[in-house]
């Protein structure tokens, strides 16, 4: 926020004209922060999935108790935002909307970081419309405040010191960024996506500037680079081909492969081979920052010798992800938006200079009629929702070739590393949606394919205002009209009227808006766990996080979701825990997200503990 509020400051010896495009600027900006505030501050409380709820605040609750993630209790993610999330229960109650309060005060910082980076890829009334857009696609669609979105918050601050620091070479900026990337790491594994992104960033810059002298080559770094993008390329094949098909291979190996290839030509192209220490002198504060972050998070579990089960939860139990969590998208779509993306994309492609009257016309013409027409046909919402989803590995690829294409432009250097920079954090951070490619999982990745688009598309072409800003609105209103309105779930596929319009009544939850269903579901089960439940403990099985949340209650195991513990003498280790815990209810859910059902020997000791019982929709409670 800091960089958007000093991009924005005048200079006393600043040009008339100068301080009058700031001044426009500032105007545009403001608008643009007071919508996004407005906007998302009337979405803030609305839909909720209580899995996720319950995954993000009873950790919170357990770290608040003393307890470490990991250490003390499985947790879903690295572990940082557990800390975060138990602060905010310090600040603003222990309560669900307290965690959607410290996403909003996060959201704006984020959005005058987001729109500093959109403004140095375009004009300021460009840069407010992808802003916008990136809000109505973002996190208004789902408030809960998941890791992702954090993802995504740093990711951007990271690209805002990044991109600040190319006009003002500052090594404390790098640090920043590396400190971004580490802190999104800590809120979830996937923040490492940014970082490898940076990392082949700085690779980039480094082999991106030209020196007619070829005398002084220094291999050392070369090879070191060449070694270094190699092992990238080949690793992320790797965790690609474990859930390999189509929807994989358009549309995230090969975007990230072009990426690598690009980084090859340029390393073997460029006049200037930079030696190793030119390479460490960028890589060193960008590092410090990062390590700096992890370190901080780290120290505590060193000190009480629990180091080696941090590294087992952060990065071992997210394998069984690709077992117990995996969606691939649709073949179909992935198809559909290549046949529209294409066109349009070689399109700007042939037109270098300003694109023609006819093509603007025709185009905006067609989707402001997918906006009309996607309430009524759910065919063109899929077909619009394709385009717009697909536009992310077309623009990636697009991208590289203008980079591939422009090897040997001396006069574009800067340029050259700020679109390279946005393409490779882009690339990289659209594997958040893998392998779990739905319509909410590109909704954290969203935003900064916008930005992908929009610089390419001023690469290559210099596009009338008045239909960029068009095309923007069009794309606006079809998110905010279209797709918001309803559960995230169905965004893309059809219409869905906003149901979630009811109170739920429990305590802990109160403020939410939800739907009338899963309101009385969860109203109806407190009643009943009220009714019979006694002591500090209950335990509910499986994927019932929320459960020991909602209605204040401990879990006396260490699980969250059941996929990610040990099967291994489980029912054994299960049952000696429930009554050394004195455990009197326990809840059993019928129809559980990832992991499967309960055992048959877990069921079979639960039923002879707690014979009596009662039926709340897919929640079996029993108690004794």
């Not at 993000?56 to 690295?78: I, K, M, N, S």
């Not at 790797?238 to 290839?261: E, H, Q, R």
């Not at 990610?564 to 455990?583: K, S």
């Amino acid at each position: 926020m800091l960089i958007g509020c000093c991009a924005l400051n005048d200079s006393p010896n600043q040009h008339p004209l100068a301080r009058t495009r700031r001044a426009y600027t500032a105007w545009v900006f403001c608008l643009t922060f007071l919508l996004s505030s407005l906007y998302m501050g009337g979405m803030l409380l609305r839909s909720w999935a209580p899995e996720d709820e319950g995954t993000l605040a009873q950790p919170a609750e357990r770290v608040l108790y003393g307890e470490f993630p990991h250490r003390d209790f499985d947790d879903a993610y690295t572990g940082g935002q557990a800390f975060l999330n138990a602060l905010s229960f310090r600040v603003f109650g222990t309560r669900l909307v307290s965690l959607r309060y410290m996403l909003f005060i996060f959201f704006l910082a984020w959005v005058p970081a987001f729109f500093y980076v959109a403004s140095k890829l375009s004009n300021s009334l460009v840069a407010g419309a992808v802003t916008l857009l990136a809000v109505v696609w973002s996190v208004p669609n789902y408030p809960a405040a998941m890791p992702s979105w954090y993802n995504l918050f740093f990711a951007t601050f990271g690209l805002a010191a990044l991109l600040y620091d190319l006009d003002r070479p500052n090594r404390i900026l790098l640090a920043l960024a590396g400190a971004c990337g580490g802190a999104s790491f800590l809120c979830k594994q996937s923040g490492m996506f940014f970082v490898s992104g940076v990392f082949l960033y700085l690779i980039f810059r480094n082999f991106n500037l030209h020196n007619k002298d070829r005398s002084h080559r220094r291999w050392l770094g070369t090879l070191t680079a060449l070694l270094s993008v190699g092992a990238y390329g080949c690793g992320l094949t790797i965790v690609i081909t474990k859930s390999l098909n189509l929807v994989s291979i358009i549309y995230f190996l090969i975007p990230a492969l072009v990426i690598d290839l690009v980084l090859l030509v340029r390393i073997i192209a460029s006049p200037r081979q930079d030696n190793l220490g030119l390479l460490v002198k960028d890589f060193v504060p960008f590092l410090a920052g990062l390590i700096l972050v992890l370190a901080v998070f780290v120290s505590p579990y060193i000190a009480s010798g629990s180091l080696i089960k941090l590294l087992q939860g952060v990065f071992l139990a997210p394998e069984k992800r690709f077992v117990h969590a995996v969606l691939p998208g649709s073949s179909t779509k992935a198809l559909i938006g290549l046949l529209i993306d294409i066109p349009l994309i070689l399109m700007i492609i042939r037109e270098r200079g300003k694109l023609p009257r006819w093509f603007q016309i025709v185009t905006f013409s067609a989707f402001v009629a997918g906006v009309f027409l996607s309430r009524r046909f759910p065919v063109v919402l899929k077909t619009t929702w394709a385009a717009m989803w697909m536009l992310l590995p077309v623009a990636l690829v697009t991208g590289a070739i203008y980079l591939i294409w422009h090897t040997r432009l001396i006069d574009a250097i800067r340029s050259q590393q700020r679109l390279f920079l946005i393409l490779a954090v882009t690339a990289n951070c659209s594997l958040i949606q893998f392998p779990y490619t739905t319509s909410e999982y590109f909704c954290f990745v969203a935003p900064i394919a916008a930005l992908t688009v929009l610089a390419v598309a001023y690469s290559w072409a210099r596009s009338s205002r008045v239909w960029s800003v068009g095309m923007l609105v069009v794309c606006i209103v079809f998110m905010a009209v279209d797709c918001t309105p309803g559960w995230v779930w169905k965004m893309g596929v059809e219409f869905a009227p906003d149901d979630q319009l009811a109170h739920i009544a429990v305590p802990r939850a109160r403020g939410l808006r939800v739907d009338p269903a899963s309101a009385r579901t969860y109203e109806e089960l407190g009643r009943v766990i009220d009714q019979h439940a006694s002591g500090q403990y209950i335990y509910a099985t499986p994927d019932a996080p929320e459960i020991y949340f909602l209605y204040g209650f401990r879990n006396p195991t260490r699980t969250l979701w059941d996929f990610l513990g040990t099967t291994e003498g489980r029912t054994e280790h299960v049952l000696a825990t429930i009554d050394q815990h004195h455990v009197n209810l326990v809840v059993i859910r019928s129809n559980p997200f990832s992991s499967g059902p309960v055992p048959a020997d877990l069921r079979a000791g639960l039923f002879q503990r707690y014979p009596n019982s009662a039926k709340v929709n897919h929640f079996d409670v029993r108690w004794r």
